[in-house]
C-alpha cells in the first residue's frame, strides 16, 4: 500500500508539473515558416517571393497582452496578405482586443472567414470528453462578431465566406474562395464550386476546420493551396508535436503544418490561443505561419 501510494503521489505531481507546463506555454508564441514554389515564372517580377501571413485561433479574451504584442509585430513581416481563418474570440469582450492585435495587419490587403467560436461563445468542457475527438454542441451564447467583421471590412480586409474573391496584391492576380466553419455543417460549397480563374497567379482556398469534403472539393476545382485552423495541432499532443486528435476529419499527421492533399498543398495553422475554458498548450506551442510563395524552378 505505501508503494501504491507513493506511485500514485508520483504521479500527481507529475500531471500538476506538465499542467503548469502547459499553461505557461499559452504565451510561447512561434512563427512558422515554409516555402512554396507555387507561381509561374516572371509572375514576381525580379521580387524573390510573395509573402502570406496566416494567422488564426486568436481565442482572444481581454488582457492577454502578451498575444496583442506578438500578433501585431508580425507586422514588421510585411506580408503581401494576411489571411485570416477565424475563431478570433473566446469572450465578449475580445472584440477591441483582437482589432488592436491585428492593428498594422489590416492595413495590409487580407481576407477571413469565421469558425464556430466567432459566432459562439465557448463552453466549459470536460477534457476527457476533448480527447477522445467528439464534436461537441457549441453555446450558442452570441458573440459580438457583426462588429468584428464591419472593423475587418472597414479597413479594408475581404469576407471570402462562401465568396469568389478576385483581386492584386503586389501585383500578383489572387483567386481566394472561402466557405463558412465546416466543423458545424456551416459551409455550403456549392455556392462557390468551379475551378479559380485560368488568369489568377496563385489560388487559395479558405476554410476554418480542415475537413476532407470541403479540401477534396477545392482539390478537385484545381485549387493550389488550401488555409485552416481549428485544430490547434492537437493541443494536448504527446512528445515531438504529435497530435492525439484533430477535432476534425483530417489525420493526425496533418493537424498542423504545411503538407500535400492530392494535386493541391494544405497549411493547417496550430493556432494563436485556445479555449479560456482549456487554458493550456502541451508539446504544441502558439503559433502563426509565414508562407514564402516563389516561382517555379
Known sequence: MKKLTGIGALGISAGASALAWGFAQRDNFHLREYELPLLEPGVLRGRDEFRILHVSDLHMIPGQRKKVEFVSGLDTLEPDLVVNTGDNLSDKGGVPWVIDALGPLLNRPGAFVFGTNDYWAPRPVNPAKYL????????????PWEGMRAAFIERGWRDATHQRLEFKAS????????????HHELDDYSRVAGAPNVDADLSIGLLHAPYRRV????????YQLALAGHTHGGQICLPGGRAIVTNADIDRERASGLHPYGRMWMEVSNGLGQSKYA???????????????VEKR
Open 279 to 293: 487554458p493550456v498548450r502541451l508539446f504544441c506551442p502558439p503559433s502563426a505561419t509565414l508562407l514564402r510563395v
Open 171 to 182: 501585383d500578383v492576380r489572387l483567386a481566394l474562395t472561402g466557405v463558412d466553419d465546416p
Open 132 to 143: 477522445t475527438g467528439a464534436k461537441r454542441e457549441p453555446s450558442y451564447e452570441d458573440l
Open 215 to 222: 479540401l477534396d472539393a477545392f482539390e478537385a476545382d484545381g
